[in-house]
């Protein structure tokens, strides 16, 4: 899955990955491993995730073909 | 400040040794009460209801103890194998328990967790009632009186868990029972590792079935 939670970070007054994971009440790792794309978040954080950011939930996190099969 | 405290929350490991080495030179009743102690501080973090881990740590923490419990598996058949061919004879009832007990909690949490509970129950009681009325019928002649009383139990169980959908009071009530009359069974005459692996294969999961059959969730009786 992809996902534009670094790009929307820092469009949100450039908040560091410390931050916005303070906001969601996770790790830093978890943040960073979402932004890598090497984890995917549950439902609950990655609606967390997008009102910290004030983006919509479909701007922020996107499938790619292969999950679709 | 979260990977601070989850890494001091995780020197209970070295605790643990610590205590093991310590308690050599011990009494029994306080090094093991000790010892129990430090090991109910990662079950009692993985069961309280607001973890101090995040989602990702937490499944991190589960696939790492899930690849643990198959290496220990592993580590236990091939003690088992080396004990048989240096000794040639079958390992102590010790090995069997240490194989068998971990495998078949893993086995029951597993179906629990994935089913409804008298959904569970149903699969649960037809696997173990039909590989012990197996295990019955190969090893006793059942055209003998003794075969009958023998294979009883496990046609009695078999039954209850093909009905348990339909009548779950009463097959839960059956589960309880034969459980019950196991674990009074084993309860004497065997070994300390023996009466744990009987209780756990045997009593255990049919215990479960009892629970899940008599206490179902109301939209499961629906």
């Not at chain 1, 906001?23 to 995917?40: D, L, P, S």
């Not at chain 2, 929350?9 to 050599?24: D, E, P, R, T």
């Not at chain 2, 089913?115 to 055209?143: D, E, K, M, P």
Request: overall charge positive; glycine content about 2%.
């Amino acid at each position: 899955m992809k996902n534009k939670v670094r790009h929307f970070r820092f469009l949100n007054g450039e908040l560091t990955q410390q931050e916005l994971a303070q906001k969601v009440k996770v790790t830093r790792q978890t943040i960073i491993a979402i932004e890598k794309g090497n984890f995917n978040p549950s439902v609950k954080l990655a609606l967390k995730i997008s009102r910290a950011l004030n983006t919509p939930l479909e701007m922020l996190f996107e499938l790619e073909e292969e999950d679709l099969n | 400040m979260k990977n601070k405290m989850s890494i001091l929350k995780s020197l209970w490991m070295i605790i643990v040794v610590f205590l093991v080495f310590a308690a050599q030179g011990l009494p029994v009743f306080i090094s093991i009460p000790f010892l129990l102690l430090a090991l109910a501080a990662p079950l009692y973090r993985e069961f309280r209801p607001k973890s101090d881990l995040d989602e990702r740590q937490l499944q991190l923490s589960h696939f790492s103890s899930h690849l643990s419990f198959y290496a220990y598996i592993s580590l236990i058949l091939i003690v088992m194998i080396l004990e048989y061919f240096s000794k040639r004879e079958n390992p102590p009832n010790l090995f069997y328990m240490l194989l068998l007990t971990p495998l078949t909690l893993k086995f029951l949490i597993s179906i629990f967790q994935n089913f409804n509970r008298i959904q569970a129950a149903t699969y649960v009681g037809l696997f173990f009632s039909s590989v012990f009325l197996l295990f019955n019928l190969l090893s006793h002649n059942i055209l003998t009186f003794e075969g009958i009383i023998q294979t009883t139990p496990f046609i009695l169980l078999l039954t209850a868990s093909i009905l348990a959908k339909k009548i779950p009071f009463v097959s839960g009530l059956i589960f309880a029972l034969l459980s019950l009359i196991s674990f009074v069974i084993f309860r004497s005459n065997f070994d300390i590792y023996l009466k744990i692996l009987l209780f756990s294969v045997l009593s255990l999961p049919f215990l479960f079935c009892s629970f899940a059959l008599l206490f179902p969730k109301k939209e499961e009786l629906t």
